[in-house]
């Protein structure tokens, strides 16, 4: 069954436009159809549709579920985008289905792209939870200064660094210091923000300032992976040592 994505279920029995178009001329849906429904927030719902209008489809909810997410932690990759946008999008969509809570574009002092269209991103995570049957929609941030986001009082939200009692903290880099293992290091069941750099590696000053903010330095392993395959290597590891 295809999932239809409706945010304002609470307030709103109608689906979006696009949503609507979709369902009704490119699904051919109609009138006492039963969908799929989720709110983005982990709560998935079974509808039958009452009028199928392609611009505004009405639906009335039959009965309601909270799913629970895949793994028992929050997952924060703040990741540099690359050069060609095709590959950040194709992280962000790959770690979206894998299961990643949140993502935050990071502006480092190699980073060769300095701009993004986040609502192009925004699409592509919102497809990619949809294809992929997930209900919950990972939080996708504006690009954020390499140390804006490692400065512990900018991030007071569960999801960024705030309380680090609960979550640990580490920067994948391909120096030749002594680090550990991610899979080494990670923790079960705690809470997990994991630092990407560019394709030219963070700067060694990047290094040292995260390590002074208490981030662990580690590696992914013993090949030199591109940038959008070290995000979706950090994303599957983390989520697989904390599956329910």
Avoid at 144 to 158: G, H, V
Avoid at 202 to 216: C, K
């Amino acid at each position: 069954m295809y999932l239809f994505y409706t945010p304002d279920i609470d307030t709103s029995h109608f689906l979006s436009e696009e949503e609507s178009a979709h369902c009704v001329r490119v699904l051919r849906y109609d009138r006492g159809d039963e969908i799929l429904l989720t709110d983005g927030r982990g709560t998935t719902y079974h509808a039958r549709i009452t009028n199928p209008h392609p611009r505004h489809c009405e639906f009335e909810v039959l009965s309601q579920e909270k799913q629970e997410k895949t793994h028992n932690i929050y997952l924060h990759v703040a990741i540099a985008p690359t050069k060609n946008i095709e590959r950040l999008e194709w992280m962000v969509e790959k770690c979206t289905e894998i299961g990643v809570d949140e993502i935050t574009p990071l502006l480092c002092r190699f980073s060769e792209r300095k701009n993004l269209r986040n609502d192009r991103l925004e699409k592509i995570i919102l497809s990619a939870a949809k294809q992929s049957l997930t209900p919950y929609l990972p939080k996708l941030n504006p690009l954020t200064d390499f140390a804006t986001l490692i400065d512990p009082s900018n991030s007071p939200s569960r999801g960024g660094i705030g309380d680090e009692s609960k979550m640990d903290k580490f920067i994948a880099h391909c120096y030749k210091d002594e680090k550990r293992e991610l899979k080494d290091a990670l923790r079960k069941g705690r809470d997990v923000l994991i630092l990407i750099g560019p394709e030219g590696d963070f700067s060694e000053q990047e290094v040292e300032m995260a390590i002074r903010e208490g981030f662990l330095p580690v590696g992914l392993g013993r090949s030199r992976l591109r940038t959008e395959t070290a995000g979706v290597v950090a994303c599957h590891t983390a989520v697989l040592l904390n599956e329910d």
